[in-house]
């Protein structure tokens, strides 16, 4: 009877053991999959964001993103992009195609041709096209970016410095973060951007962000580093901004941004002291476009913007993406200074279509004189 009871004791002891440590006890990741023009059908379970939930992510994911080499007059590029259809259209940025002569994709090891079917410089997207002379791929199920939450689990997908297929997995580190870039192409405004622990290298550029149930959240981007290596603090455009782009540039239709109708300059402590300005931080408003939102509304040049909405601005980048980050049609309140009166008028943002058509007319008016000159084509595409 002893020697039962501590056999029994034993048996238990084991157990509770092998149930602590995770041996057993465990939800099984489980797949199965069918390829479809929305993604591959693939139900992930598990307990907590452990290795088989990467496992299982990884198993759904891989097939449906792709590495692209670009050549340019410079050499050649390498990044990432996610297929979003059966038609072979692949969702990238547009830094990773600007300038590119040539296109080629590696879907699972096999290399096609591709072109550019658009892009949008000012939001960093682009839509190219495989030549898939009838194989077949898998595209990316495509979730809700807008459902994410600091602290959940995601995993990167992409080729950094190359490396066909590689994944990392990490955490939101923080939504809503913002920037504007400068480029040769013009300003990239990033809005409401999502930060994430998750390795991004040089090449995963264009490649898919997804959440625990395989479904595509964002588009990797950018990198913030001192060293130009990956530091602990990546971006992703969200998943349903670049989304709604590709769509667009798919249907062949214009991809339009809120727009408020204003040229605008950063005001600091130092040019507010020289010119004697009522404010030490805001956007100057240089100048106003005739028949615009701003000038609708009754902006005036001279007046210093300093908050749109419960957002304070204090810098004219800060304004563009406060605009930015909303949609076209938002009625936004505008706060600005004018001759030490604070004053507050509601807008309602239009859409920057005409701007780019003016801005488009403009370069075929400025290449057409540099190549009358013998300076070739010296297009830039700066939409905004």
């Not at 990741?29 to 990884?58: C, F, H, K, L, M």
């Not at 969702?91 to 590119?100: E, F, P, R």
């Not at 959940?152 to 923080?174: E, N, R």
């Amino acid at each position: 009877m002893l020697g039962l009871l501590g056999g029994l004791a034993g048996a238990a002891i084991l157990v509770a053991i092998l149930l602590f440590t995770g041996v057993i006890g465990k939800s099984a990741a489980t797949t199965s999959s069918s390829g479809t023009s929305t993604g591959q059908s693939i139900t992930i379970n598990s307990s907590d964001e452990d290795a088989s939930t990467a496992t299982a992510v990884a198993s759904k994911c891989l097939s449906s993103v792709v590495s692209i080499t670009v050549e340019t007059s410079d050499g050649e590029a390498l990044g990432s992009g996610v297929i979003y259809d059966t038609d072979g259209d692949i969702i990238t940025n547009y830094h990773v195609i600007d300038g590119a002569t040539s296109i080629t994709v590696d879907i699972n090891g096999t290399t096609y041709d591709a072109s550019v079917v658009g892009s949008d410089s000012s939001s960093d997207i682009a839509v190219v096209k495989a030549e898939l002379n009838g194989a077949s791929v898998t595209p990316i199920e495509v979730g809700d970016s807008d459902d994410l939450v600091v602290g959940d689990w995601v995993m990167t997908i992409g080729s950094p410095f190359g490396l066909d297929q590689s994944v990392s997995t990490g955490i939101v580190s923080a939504l809503y973060r913002s920037t504007v870039l400068s480029s040769s192409s013009g300003n990239t405004v990033y809005s409401n951007l999502i930060q994430i622990d998750a390795a991004i290298n040089q090449g995963n550029s264009g490649g898919a962000l997804v959440n625990n149930k395989g479904q595509l959240v964002g588009i990797n981007t950018l990198l913030e580093s001192t060293s130009g290596d990956f530091s602990g603090i990546g971006f992703s455009i969200p998943g349903n901004y670049a989304v709604s782009i590709a769509k667009k540039i798919i249907a062949g239709e214009t991809v339009t941004h809120a727009y408020i109708g204003l040229s605008m300059l950063t005001v600091n402590s130092q040019n507010a002291k020289s010119n004697n300005l009522s404010v030490n931080s805001g956007a100057y408003v240089a100048e106003v476009t005739s028949g615009g939102p701003a000038d609708k509304a009754g902006i005036k040049q001279g007046d210093i913007i300093t908050k749109i909405d419960d957002t304070t601005i204090t810098s004219a980048d800060g304004m563009i993406i406060a605009v930015r980050s909303h949609e076209e049609g938002d009625v936004v309140t505008v706060t600005f200074n004018r001759n030490g009166t604070e004053q507050s008028v509601q807008v309602t943002l239009g859409n920057d279509e005409q701007l780019q058509e003016e801005q488009q007319q403009q370069e075929k008016q400025q290449n057409s004189l540099l190549e009358e000159f013998g300076y070739g084509n010296n297009s830039s595409n700066s939409a905004y």
